[in-house]
Protein backbone atom coordinates (compact mmCIF):
# COMPACT_ATOMS: atom_id res chain seq x y z
CA UNK A 1 0.00 0.00 0.00
CA UNK A 2 1.49 3.18 -0.65
CA UNK A 3 2.06 6.23 1.65
CA UNK A 4 -1.68 6.78 3.07
CA UNK A 5 -0.72 8.75 6.32
CA UNK A 6 2.72 10.25 6.14
CA UNK A 7 3.04 14.09 6.80
CA UNK A 8 4.94 15.61 4.52
CA UNK A 9 4.73 17.33 1.18
CA UNK A 10 6.72 16.31 -2.21
CA UNK A 11 7.59 18.94 -4.52
CA UNK A 12 8.41 17.14 -7.91
CA UNK A 13 10.89 19.25 -10.35
CA UNK A 14 13.83 18.26 -12.55
CA UNK A 15 17.16 19.01 -10.98
CA UNK A 16 20.53 19.02 -13.33
CA UNK A 17 22.56 20.75 -10.60
CA UNK A 18 26.38 20.65 -11.04
CA UNK A 19 25.93 17.35 -12.62
CA UNK A 20 27.89 15.32 -15.51
CA UNK A 21 24.97 15.16 -17.49
CA UNK A 22 24.99 11.84 -20.29
CA UNK A 23 22.79 12.41 -23.01
CA UNK A 24 19.42 10.54 -22.77
CA UNK A 25 19.06 6.97 -24.14
CA UNK A 26 15.51 6.89 -25.15
CA UNK A 27 15.88 4.20 -27.77
CA UNK A 28 17.96 1.80 -25.56
CA UNK A 29 14.53 2.02 -23.01
CA UNK A 30 12.28 0.14 -25.71
CA UNK A 31 15.30 -2.70 -27.00
CA UNK A 32 16.23 -3.78 -23.50
CA UNK A 33 16.06 -7.67 -23.61
CA UNK A 34 13.46 -9.84 -21.52
CA UNK A 35 14.83 -11.58 -18.73
CA UNK A 36 13.65 -14.62 -17.39
CA UNK A 37 13.27 -15.22 -13.92
CA UNK A 38 13.19 -18.73 -12.96
CA UNK A 39 12.18 -19.80 -8.88
CA UNK A 40 14.91 -22.47 -7.78
CA UNK A 41 14.26 -22.19 -3.89
CA UNK A 42 11.74 -20.73 -1.77
CA UNK A 43 12.36 -20.13 2.11
CA UNK A 44 10.70 -22.71 4.10
CA UNK A 45 8.70 -24.20 1.35
CA UNK A 46 5.74 -26.09 2.31
CA UNK A 47 6.58 -25.18 5.89
CA UNK A 48 4.13 -22.90 8.61
CA UNK A 49 5.98 -23.30 11.40
CA UNK A 50 7.10 -20.29 13.93
CA UNK A 51 10.32 -20.23 12.14
CA UNK A 52 8.63 -20.21 8.81
CA UNK A 53 6.19 -17.25 10.31
CA UNK A 54 6.71 -13.69 9.03
CA UNK A 55 4.74 -10.56 8.77
CA UNK A 56 6.33 -8.78 6.11
CA UNK A 57 10.09 -10.19 5.38
CA UNK A 58 10.61 -6.85 6.24
CA UNK A 59 15.17 -7.58 5.82
CA UNK A 60 16.59 -9.88 3.77
CA UNK A 61 19.69 -10.34 2.97
CA UNK A 62 23.08 -13.01 1.23
CA UNK A 63 25.71 -14.10 2.58
CA UNK A 64 28.59 -14.74 -0.21
CA UNK A 65 28.20 -18.54 0.83
CA UNK A 66 24.45 -18.22 0.07
CA UNK A 67 22.71 -18.14 3.76
CA UNK A 68 19.81 -15.84 3.60
CA UNK A 69 19.00 -14.16 6.48
CA UNK A 70 15.06 -12.84 7.19
CA UNK A 71 13.46 -10.52 9.42
CA UNK A 72 10.39 -8.55 10.27
CA UNK A 73 11.17 -5.26 11.55
CA UNK A 74 9.62 -5.62 14.91
CA UNK A 75 9.56 -9.46 14.90
CA UNK A 76 12.95 -11.94 15.06
CA UNK A 77 15.91 -12.31 12.59
CA UNK A 78 16.55 -15.77 11.40
CA UNK A 79 18.88 -17.35 9.09
CA UNK A 80 18.61 -19.98 6.42
CA UNK A 81 20.67 -22.14 4.35
CA UNK A 82 21.39 -21.54 0.56
CA UNK A 83 18.44 -24.80 0.22
CA UNK A 84 15.92 -22.40 1.78
CA UNK A 85 16.08 -25.07 5.35
CA UNK A 86 16.36 -23.13 8.59
CA UNK A 87 19.35 -23.13 10.64
CA UNK A 88 18.90 -20.97 13.35
CA UNK A 89 17.76 -17.47 15.17
CA UNK A 90 20.08 -14.88 15.20
CA UNK A 91 20.04 -13.07 18.73
CA UNK A 92 16.72 -12.20 20.12
CA UNK A 93 14.22 -9.73 21.28
CA UNK A 94 14.83 -7.34 24.22
CA UNK A 95 17.57 -4.53 25.32
CA UNK A 96 21.32 -6.59 26.05
CA UNK A 97 24.03 -7.37 24.09
CA UNK A 98 23.01 -9.51 21.05
CA UNK A 99 19.24 -8.55 21.20
CA UNK A 100 17.36 -5.66 19.21
CA UNK A 101 13.65 -4.28 19.57
CA UNK A 102 13.17 -2.56 15.83
CA UNK A 103 15.98 -3.83 13.26
CA UNK A 104 15.61 -1.13 10.11
CA UNK A 105 18.83 -2.60 8.37
CA UNK A 106 20.98 -5.48 7.80
CA UNK A 107 23.48 -6.65 5.61
CA UNK A 108 26.46 -9.53 5.41
CA UNK A 109 29.99 -8.28 4.76
CA UNK A 110 32.61 -10.54 2.87
CA UNK A 111 33.34 -12.70 5.21
CA UNK A 112 29.73 -13.65 5.95
CA UNK A 113 29.39 -11.28 9.67
CA UNK A 114 26.24 -10.17 9.51
CA UNK A 115 25.56 -6.55 10.64
CA UNK A 116 22.25 -5.23 11.99
CA UNK A 117 20.83 -1.74 12.88
CA UNK A 118 18.22 -1.33 15.86
CA UNK A 119 16.36 1.70 15.51
CA UNK A 120 16.63 1.84 18.87
CA UNK A 121 19.25 3.84 20.98
CA UNK A 122 20.88 3.26 16.87
CA UNK A 123 22.66 0.22 17.69
CA UNK A 124 24.96 -1.46 15.64
CA UNK A 125 25.87 -5.07 16.42
CA UNK A 126 27.67 -7.77 14.44
CA UNK A 127 26.96 -11.82 14.19
CA UNK A 128 29.58 -14.54 13.44
CA UNK A 129 28.94 -16.69 10.92
CA UNK A 130 27.38 -18.89 13.03
CA UNK A 131 25.21 -16.58 14.38
CA UNK A 132 27.11 -16.00 17.55
CA UNK A 133 26.92 -12.17 18.76
CA UNK A 134 30.51 -10.40 18.59
CA UNK A 135 30.49 -6.88 19.69
CA UNK A 136 27.87 -3.68 19.66
CA UNK A 137 28.72 0.05 18.61
CA UNK A 138 26.03 3.10 17.88
CA UNK A 139 25.23 5.11 14.57
CA UNK A 140 24.42 8.89 15.19
CA UNK A 141 20.74 10.05 14.85
CA UNK A 142 21.28 12.82 11.96
CA UNK A 143 19.03 15.61 11.58
CA UNK A 144 16.63 14.59 8.72
CA UNK A 145 17.25 11.13 8.52
CA UNK A 146 15.38 9.10 6.17
CA UNK A 147 16.62 5.42 5.51
CA UNK A 148 19.16 2.88 6.48
CA UNK A 149 20.96 -0.11 4.86
CA UNK A 150 24.22 -2.11 5.35
CA UNK A 151 26.23 -2.30 2.53
CA UNK A 152 29.73 -4.27 2.57
CA UNK A 153 29.61 -4.41 6.59
CA UNK A 154 29.68 -0.51 6.62
CA UNK A 155 25.98 1.07 8.34
CA UNK A 156 25.00 3.91 5.72
CA UNK A 157 22.58 6.50 6.80
CA UNK A 158 20.00 8.00 4.69
CA UNK A 159 18.92 11.80 5.44
CA UNK A 160 17.08 14.23 4.12
CA UNK A 161 17.27 17.99 5.48
CA UNK A 162 14.24 19.74 5.75
CA UNK A 163 13.27 22.58 4.04
CA UNK A 164 11.69 26.63 4.50
CA UNK A 165 9.78 25.87 1.44
CA UNK A 166 8.16 23.32 -1.03
CA UNK A 167 10.20 23.28 -3.73
CA UNK A 168 13.52 23.85 -2.53
CA UNK A 169 16.64 22.18 -3.52
CA UNK A 170 18.10 20.14 -0.93
CA UNK A 171 21.08 18.00 -0.56
CA UNK A 172 20.41 14.32 -0.10
CA UNK A 173 23.36 12.65 1.84
CA UNK A 174 24.75 9.22 3.65
CA UNK A 175 26.86 8.81 6.60
CA UNK A 176 28.95 5.80 6.45
CA UNK A 177 29.72 3.86 10.15
CA UNK A 178 32.17 1.23 10.18
CA UNK A 179 31.10 -0.91 13.39
CA UNK A 180 34.43 -2.81 13.23
CA UNK A 181 36.89 0.60 13.86
CA UNK A 182 33.62 2.73 14.74
CA UNK A 183 34.45 5.34 11.96
CA UNK A 184 32.14 7.47 10.58
CA UNK A 185 32.51 9.00 6.85
CA UNK A 186 30.08 11.38 4.98
CA UNK A 187 29.43 10.71 1.25
CA UNK A 188 29.49 13.68 -1.00
CA UNK A 189 25.84 15.12 -1.13
CA UNK A 190 23.48 14.89 -4.21
CA UNK A 191 20.27 17.45 -5.19
CA UNK A 192 16.93 16.37 -4.10
CA UNK A 193 13.30 17.91 -4.58
CA UNK A 194 12.51 19.20 -0.95
CA UNK A 195 10.31 16.76 0.32
CA UNK A 196 8.04 18.75 3.26
CA UNK A 197 7.88 22.36 3.67
CA UNK A 198 9.09 22.97 7.70
CA UNK A 199 5.67 22.92 9.63
CA UNK A 200 3.87 20.16 6.71
CA UNK A 201 1.08 23.01 6.96
CA UNK A 202 0.25 23.08 2.74
CA UNK A 203 -0.25 18.96 2.42
CA UNK A 204 -1.27 16.58 5.57
CA UNK A 205 -0.49 13.66 3.41
CA UNK A 206 1.65 13.16 0.55
CA UNK A 207 -0.35 13.55 -3.07
CA UNK A 208 -1.31 10.36 -4.34
CA UNK A 209 1.53 8.49 -6.90
CA UNK A 210 4.29 10.07 -5.04
CA UNK A 211 8.03 8.75 -4.65
CA UNK A 212 9.70 8.57 -1.84
CA UNK A 213 13.01 9.46 -1.67
CA UNK A 214 13.78 7.39 1.16
CA UNK A 215 13.49 4.29 -1.92
CA UNK A 216 15.39 5.52 -4.61
CA UNK A 217 18.96 5.27 -2.92
CA UNK A 218 21.69 3.12 -2.66
CA UNK A 219 25.66 2.65 -1.78
CA UNK A 220 27.43 1.05 -4.57
CA UNK A 221 29.85 -1.46 -3.73
CA UNK A 222 32.84 0.91 -3.73
CA UNK A 223 31.09 3.30 -1.47
CA UNK A 224 29.66 6.03 -3.42
CA UNK A 225 26.27 7.33 -2.86
CA UNK A 226 23.24 6.19 -5.53
CA UNK A 227 19.91 8.53 -5.88
CA UNK A 228 17.94 7.91 -8.83
CA UNK A 229 15.56 10.53 -9.86
CA UNK A 230 12.20 9.12 -9.81
CA UNK A 231 10.37 11.07 -12.38
CA UNK A 232 12.77 9.93 -15.32
CA UNK A 233 14.77 6.96 -15.45
CA UNK A 234 17.79 8.88 -14.40
CA UNK A 235 20.62 7.59 -12.01
CA UNK A 236 22.90 9.86 -10.58
CA UNK A 237 26.37 8.60 -8.36
CA UNK A 238 28.55 10.69 -6.61
CA UNK A 239 31.77 9.23 -5.18
CA UNK A 240 34.04 10.66 -2.36
CA UNK A 241 36.67 11.93 -4.05
CA UNK A 242 34.71 13.21 -6.70
CA UNK A 243 33.80 17.23 -7.76
CA UNK A 244 30.81 16.81 -8.79
CA UNK A 245 28.14 14.07 -9.46
CA UNK A 246 27.95 11.62 -12.60
CA UNK A 247 25.05 10.55 -14.35
CA UNK A 248 25.39 6.77 -14.70
CA UNK A 249 21.98 5.93 -16.49
CA UNK A 250 20.02 8.26 -17.92
CA UNK A 251 17.18 7.00 -20.29
CA UNK A 252 14.20 9.25 -21.53
CA UNK A 253 11.07 6.25 -21.51
CA UNK A 254 7.59 7.48 -22.60
CA UNK A 255 5.87 8.93 -19.94
CA UNK A 256 2.51 7.09 -18.66
CA UNK A 257 -0.66 8.88 -17.39
CA UNK A 258 -1.90 8.73 -14.41
CA UNK A 259 -6.08 8.39 -15.13
CA UNK A 260 -8.54 9.98 -13.45
CA UNK A 261 -9.52 6.54 -12.75
CA UNK A 262 -6.49 5.60 -11.36
CA UNK A 263 -6.73 8.31 -8.78
CA UNK A 264 -10.44 7.02 -8.25
CA UNK A 265 -9.22 3.84 -7.14
CA UNK A 266 -6.03 4.67 -5.11
CA UNK A 267 -8.49 7.61 -3.06
CA UNK A 268 -10.88 4.83 -2.18
CA UNK A 269 -7.63 2.05 -1.39
CA UNK A 270 -6.70 4.97 0.87
CA UNK A 271 -9.54 5.67 2.72
CA UNK A 272 -10.09 2.13 2.88
CA UNK A 273 -6.99 1.65 4.77
CA UNK A 274 -7.79 5.24 6.92
CA UNK A 275 -11.27 3.14 8.26
CA UNK A 276 -9.57 0.07 9.41
CA UNK A 277 -7.30 2.06 11.66
CA UNK A 278 -9.94 4.55 12.66
CA UNK A 279 -14.12 4.17 11.80
CA UNK A 280 -14.44 7.74 13.40
CA UNK A 281 -12.14 9.60 10.66
CA UNK A 282 -12.62 13.56 11.11
CA UNK A 283 -13.76 15.44 8.10
CA UNK A 284 -10.24 17.01 7.46
CA UNK A 285 -8.94 13.79 6.15
CA UNK A 286 -11.35 13.60 3.22
CA UNK A 287 -10.21 17.16 2.49
CA UNK A 288 -6.95 16.40 2.72
CA UNK A 289 -7.26 13.44 0.30
CA UNK A 290 -8.99 14.96 -2.71
CA UNK A 291 -5.71 17.72 -2.33
CA UNK A 292 -3.52 14.52 -2.63
CA UNK A 293 -5.62 13.17 -5.34
CA UNK A 294 -5.46 16.95 -6.83
CA UNK A 295 -1.76 17.08 -6.36
CA UNK A 296 -0.43 14.10 -7.94
CA UNK A 297 1.87 14.25 -10.99
CA UNK A 298 0.39 13.81 -14.62
CA UNK A 299 2.49 10.48 -15.15
CA UNK A 300 3.41 7.86 -13.30
CA UNK A 301 7.41 7.25 -12.04
CA UNK A 302 10.22 5.42 -14.11
CA UNK A 303 11.92 4.36 -10.72
CA UNK A 304 10.35 4.17 -7.43
CA UNK A 305 12.58 1.86 -5.90
CA UNK A 306 16.09 1.63 -6.50
CA UNK A 307 18.14 -1.50 -5.36
CA UNK A 308 22.25 -2.48 -5.43
CA UNK A 309 22.63 -5.55 -5.70
CA UNK A 310 25.79 -7.37 -4.18
CA UNK A 311 27.30 -7.90 -7.87
CA UNK A 312 26.89 -4.23 -8.41
CA UNK A 313 23.85 -4.52 -10.37
CA UNK A 314 21.59 -1.91 -10.30
CA UNK A 315 17.85 -2.70 -10.40
CA UNK A 316 15.02 0.11 -10.92
CA UNK A 317 11.31 -0.66 -10.74
CA UNK A 318 8.70 0.96 -12.56
CA UNK A 319 5.74 2.28 -10.51
CA UNK A 320 2.19 0.82 -12.06
CA UNK A 321 -1.48 1.21 -11.70
CA UNK A 322 -3.76 0.22 -8.40
CA UNK A 323 -4.91 -2.69 -11.27
CA UNK A 324 -1.68 -3.61 -12.26
CA UNK A 325 -0.74 -7.48 -11.45
CA UNK A 326 2.79 -6.79 -12.44
CA UNK A 327 5.96 -4.39 -12.47
CA UNK A 328 8.65 -3.81 -14.48
CA UNK A 329 11.97 -3.94 -12.97
CA UNK A 330 15.08 -2.93 -15.30
CA UNK A 331 18.33 -3.94 -14.39
CA UNK A 332 21.58 -1.59 -15.56
CA UNK A 333 25.36 -2.71 -14.77
CA UNK A 334 27.65 -0.53 -12.39
CA UNK A 335 28.80 1.78 -14.92
CA UNK A 336 24.53 2.43 -16.00
CA UNK A 337 24.73 -0.21 -19.07
CA UNK A 338 21.48 -1.29 -19.78
CA UNK A 339 21.27 -4.96 -19.08
CA UNK A 340 17.39 -6.24 -19.54
CA UNK A 341 14.22 -5.87 -17.72
CA UNK A 342 12.07 -8.57 -16.05
CA UNK A 343 8.34 -8.59 -14.75
CA UNK A 344 7.75 -9.39 -11.22
CA UNK A 345 4.23 -9.34 -9.77
CA UNK A 346 3.28 -5.94 -8.42
CA UNK A 347 3.60 -6.89 -4.71
CA UNK A 348 6.78 -8.21 -5.11
CA UNK A 349 10.25 -6.43 -4.33
CA UNK A 350 13.70 -7.29 -5.14
CA UNK A 351 15.25 -7.64 -1.22
CA UNK A 352 19.37 -8.81 -2.00
CA UNK A 353 21.42 -11.23 -4.09
CA UNK A 354 23.25 -10.94 -7.23
CA UNK A 355 21.42 -11.03 -10.69
CA UNK A 356 22.23 -14.34 -11.24
CA UNK A 357 20.72 -15.32 -8.13
CA UNK A 358 18.04 -12.87 -6.98
CA UNK A 359 15.89 -13.13 -4.06
CA UNK A 360 12.27 -11.92 -4.09
CA UNK A 361 9.80 -11.41 -1.38
CA UNK A 362 6.19 -11.37 -2.96
CA UNK A 363 2.88 -12.36 -1.30
CA UNK A 364 -0.01 -15.16 -1.18
CA UNK A 365 -3.33 -14.79 -1.50
CA UNK A 366 -3.41 -14.54 2.29
CA UNK A 367 -1.23 -11.72 2.33
CA UNK A 368 1.73 -14.15 4.30
CA UNK A 369 5.38 -13.41 2.49
CA UNK A 370 6.70 -15.89 0.26
CA UNK A 371 10.61 -15.59 -0.34
CA UNK A 372 11.66 -16.76 -3.20
CA UNK A 373 15.44 -17.22 -4.40
CA UNK A 374 15.59 -16.77 -8.90
CA UNK A 375 17.68 -18.03 -11.14
CA UNK A 376 17.91 -14.89 -13.90
CA UNK A 377 18.27 -16.42 -17.92
CA UNK A 378 18.76 -14.09 -20.67
CA UNK A 379 21.78 -12.05 -18.97
CA UNK A 380 24.79 -10.83 -20.65
CA UNK A 381 27.23 -8.92 -19.35
Known sequence: MRHALAIATLSIVTLTVGCDLAPARGGAYESMPRLTPDPIVEICAGRDDPPCQFMGADLVSVAPDGRVAVADMLGELREFDGDGSYLRAIGRKGAGPGEYRALVAMGYDDDGYLTTLDQAGMRV????????????????MIPGLMGASVSRGRVALFALPGAAAVGDTVMAHVLLVDPATGDTASLPALPEPALATGDGSIFPMLPLFSVMPSDRWGV????ALLLADGERMRIMRRESDAEAPRVVVDLAPTPRPITASDLETEKTAQLEVALRMNRNLPPTFRAALDEAANSAPKSYAFVSRLVVLDDGTLMTREDVSPAADSARWNAFTASGEPVGY????????????????LVVVTHDVDDVPRIVVYRVGGVER
Open 342 to 357: MLLPADGRVAAGRLER
Open 220 to 223: SDDG
Open 125 to 140: QRFDTAGVFGDVTHAP
